[in-house]
Every structure is written in structure tokens, then in C-alpha cells.
């Protein structure tokens, strides 16, 4: 059974860190995606990495704030997220497949999400 687990949301204030972790079980993948979905809003990319490391994409909203990384050994990626605005605050999901790409329906596989909150 293919499973994908977010964990390190929480509260933080404006211009606080979190780093959020996405471990996956079941099988293994080229690619992993995180988006995010505020309330009212659609779902919208957040970041990518290829599992091998080599290519990583951001949206222009995160860009010099986030940044995207992936241990192999423990099938699991991360999100960092530095500088963060109230306007970040939404349900964080990672998203994991075969190929990269920056569409919430190019993944098959999705975690049950994280919410990370930004107070003012």
C-alpha cells in the first residue's frame, strides 16, 4: 500500500521557519511535488524535486523563501520554509509520481496534509 505522510506543520508567527516532511512508503518515485490549498482557494504548486535531485522547480510566490530537498535512504522530502507571511497559511500537501511536473493532476499519490498557520 502506497502511503505518503506529511508532518511539521503548526503555528508560527510572520517571519518564522517550519520544515515540513513527507515520507513515503509503498513503493519509491521519481518526483515529489508540494502544493497548497488556502481556504476558498484551489489547490496551487508550491515546489518539485526529481528524486534524483537534479531539477527543482518553485512557484514565484516561495521563490528565495522555500527550498526543497529529498533523502533517498529514508524515502522522504522535505519543504523548508523561511521568511514565512500570513499569506503562506493553507493545508500543505506533498504529492509524489513517476514524473516531475508542476500539475496537482499529474500526481497519483497524495499525503493527507499538514496546515501551516501564519499569524501576523
Known amino acids: 500500500q502506497v502511503q505518503l505522510v506529511e508532518s511539521g506543520g503548526g503555528l508560527v508567527q510572520a517571519g518564522g521557519s517550519l520544515r515540513l516532511s513527507c515520507a513515503a512508503s509503498g513503493r519509491t518515485f521519481n518526483a515529489m511535488g508540494w502544493f497548497r490549498q488556502a481556504p476558498g482557494k484551489e489547490r496551487e504548486f508550491v515546489a518539485a524535486?526529481?528524486?534524483?535531485?537534479?531539477?527543482?522547480y518553485f512557484a514565484d510566490s516561495v521563490k528565495g523563501r522555500f527550498t526543497i530537498s529529498r533523502d533517498n535512504a529514508k524515502n522522504t522530502g522535505y519543504l523548508q520554509m523561511n521568511s514565512l507571511k500570513p499569506e503562506d497559511t493553507a493545508l500543505y500537501y506533498c504529492?509524489?509520481?513517476?514524473?516531475?511536473?508542476?500539475?496537482?493532476?499529474?500526481?497519483?499519490?497524495w499525503g493527507q496534509g499538514t496546515q501551516v498557520t501564519v499569524s501576523s
Open positions: 524535486i526529481s528524486w534524483s535531485g537534479g531539477r527543482m
Open positions: 504529492a509524489a509520481d513517476s514524473r516531475l511536473r508542476l500539475t496537482t493532476s499529474a500526481y497519483n499519490y
